[in-house]
């Protein structure tokens, strides 16, 4: 019984210290679901600055099924999906630093 739960609250905290998230489907076998566009953004540092940037992605004809927003750095920026995402032909993500310093992400859109 305390096994299942000391195992779910590991698998919560290493969640919450990862900076990579993946949303929805991203490997698929049967070879519908294909990654449709992948990005690196890279953003340096400045002193006493927050560094927020906002990506716009956009499926025409096919739907998001999947998101993967890997931190390279591991560093101190957060990614967040604002509008759109799984189930929407754009997604918009928000990367926001935290203050002084910068980020490199790789942003992949899958769709089918």
């Known amino acids: 019984m305390y096994f299942k739960y000391l195992t779910l609250l590991c698998a919560v905290i290493a969640i919450v210290h990862s900076k990579t998230i993946i949303l929805g ?8 679901v294909k990654m449709f566009e992948q990005r690196v953004v890279e953003r340096n540092s400045i002193p006493f600055f927050k560094r927020t940037d906002e990506e716009k992605f956009y499926t025409p004809g096919q739907t998001i099924r999947g998101i993967a927003m890997k931190d390279i750095e591991n560093g101190l920026a957060e990614p967040s999906v604002t509008s759109g995402g799984l189930g929407f032909d754009y997604a918009t993500i928000k990367l926001k630093s935290e203050r002084g310093s910068g980020y490199k992400f790789i942003l992949e859109i899958y769709a089918s």
């Open 25 to 32: 489907q991203i490997i698929d076998h049967s070879g519908i």
